[in-house]
């Protein structure tokens, strides 16, 4: 991501500074406390609370780039907190953001399951009766996510580190990361869909899929 974000085409609705200490800070905390009261506590609501509470901030977190067209993240080349909770904008903020809708949703819908009184075996058992449950919206969410660091964020020039073909240098480590995100995600979902429409045929997959990278 480059050093400093061009500013947005009109006003958020969550200033950046209250969009951080609420998606980074006090929710994941919440969620955190709740999640781990309930084990410590052997109270598995809590804990499904906890991780409903996790889904809620995720998809918060991708209605938010949704909407604003900006991610809000924390960037330590800054030594003031205020300078460096940084809001960057631009297109990759949409799939980020369908990124987080889905993840959160997924975890939502799991919390929301178990408080309704579903177990977590029941869940377990319809995974492995059906992988495609867990693959198509996980390799999804991957591939959203890696899309967006692979197309990165606009910068206007406003950099005060350099130019801005050293700018798009200190980009690439995360580009190649998005890279890799997208593959990974391509090959889940690949996965996941041909496990749907042929039951029971994933394990040759894998067994074909290791055979092809061991070259034999």
Same mark, same amino acid.
């Given at each position: ?20 200490? /609420? ?8 969620? =955190?406390?709740? @999640? ?5 506590? +052997? =109270?598995?609501? #809590?804990?499904?609370?906890? &991780?409903?509470?996790?889904?809620? !901030? %995720? ?12 991610? @809000? ?7 003031? %907190?205020? +300078?460096? &909770? !940084?809001?960057? $904008? ?16 997924? #975890? ?5 399951? $178990? ?5 977590? +075996?029941?869940? !377990?058992?319809? &995974? ?15 591939? %959203?996510?890696?899309?967006?660091? /692979?197309?990165? %964020? ?11 073909? *050293?700018?798009? #240098? ?9 890279? @890799? ?11 996941? &869909? *041909?496990?749907?429409? $042929?039951?029971?045929? /994933? ?14």
């Amino acid at each position: 991501m480059p050093a400093q974000a061009s500013k947005p085409a009109a006003e958020a609705l969550v200033p950046p500074l209250a969009s951080f200490w /609420l998606l980074h800070v006090l929710l994941p905390g919440l969620a =955190l406390a709740g @999640i781990l009261g309930g084990f410590h506590l +052997d =109270l598995p609501y #809590l804990t499904a609370a906890g &991780v409903g509470m996790l889904g809620a !901030r %995720f998809m918060l977190a991708g209605w938010l780039a949704l909407r604003e067209r900006q991610v @809000i993240v924390w960037n330590a080349n800054y030594r003031r %907190f205020t +300078d460096a &909770v !940084r809001a960057y $904008h631009g297109p990759a903020a949409v799939p980020m953001g369908l990124a987080g809708l889905l993840g959160g949703g997924v #975890l939502t819908a799991l919390a929301l399951a $178990h408080l309704a009184g579903i177990s977590l +075996d029941a869940m !377990r058992q319809a &995974v492995l009766a059906q992988p495609a449950l867990a693959l198509v919206p996980t390799g999804l969410a991957l591939g %959203f996510y890696g899309m967006g660091f /692979l197309m990165g %964020f606009r910068d206007d020039g406003d950099t005060p580190t350099g130019p801005a073909a *050293w700018n798009a #240098l200190l980009g690439m480590p995360g580009r190649l990361g998005g890279l @890799i995100l997208c593959a990974l995600g391509t090959a889940l979902l690949g996965a996941g &869909v *041909w496990e749907g429409v $042929h039951p029971g045929s /994933l394990p040759g997959l894998l067994a074909t899929g290791l055979s092809m990278l061991a070259g034999t």
